[in-house]
């Protein structure tokens, strides 16, 4: 764990949890989740979010951000990429 400085004002703790036990229900989905929060409308979160959903193992939460996307959206490449892993 570190923290990293922007714009010698702000720290952003830096955590490396690839293989780490501490978030098993998800860390990425979190961060999403957080960003979907601020910014519903983002497709590239949104089609991430659901794939982490996948990975998990939680399918119905993935097919309901997905099916919750606006239908021009369905030709974003993190989407399809999402419809796929469905299957």
Known sequence: NSGVFLMGLYEVQVLDSYQN???????AAAVYGQVLQHAP????AAAKLASCYIKLGEIEAAAEVL???PAD????PDVVSARAAQS
Do not use: H, I, R, S
């Not at 409308?41 to 590239?44: E, G, I």
């Open 41 to 44: 409308d983002n497709v590239t």
């Open 73 to 76: 959206a369905e030709k974003d």
């Open 21 to 27: 036990d501490t978030y098993p229900d998800g860390q």
């Open 67 to 69: 099916n919750g996307l």
